[in-house]
């Protein structure tokens, strides 16, 4: 038997606001922000490729399906890379970083748009 609460409601609400540092959120699951790197997820697993600032800068996953968050790393941003396997212009998406089960998503960098 479910039973809410004014506490319950409260916090699916505030769930469902974008926390600070959050990037943007997304109905898709969270596998489908990028490409895994088994190599990478083994090295986050092992602590020698992860997040400087643990989330500092994420995504929110929010839909049916693959509800998660991940953080966000670049080579040259927010990035502990002790043997030197990042790539320029690549954009590393941490799931459970932290946890046996770490895994890293690889995405490539969208460009920015310069204004004159």
Not at 60 to 65: E, P, Q, T
Not at 79 to 98: C, E, M, P, R, S
Request: charged fraction near 20%.
């Amino acid at each position: 038997m479910l039973v809410l609460s004014a506490n319950t409601i409260t916090v699916v609400s505030v769930a469902k606001e974008r926390v600070r540092g959050q990037y943007a959120t997304s109905k898709q699951p969270y596998w489908k922000v990028g490409t895994i790197d088994k190599k990478l997820s083994s090295a986050c697993q092992r602590g020698e490729f992860r997040q400087r600032k643990y989330l500092v800068y994420s995504i929110g996953f929010d839909g049916g399906r693959g509800r998660g968050i991940t953080g966000i790393a670049q080579k040259h941003w927010n990035l502990i890379d002790k043997k030197g396997l990042a790539k320029a212009n690549l954009t590393y998406h941490f799931f459970n970083q932290g946890y046996s089960n770490c895994k890293v998503y690889v995405s490539i960098t969208p460009v920015r748009n310069r204004r004159n």
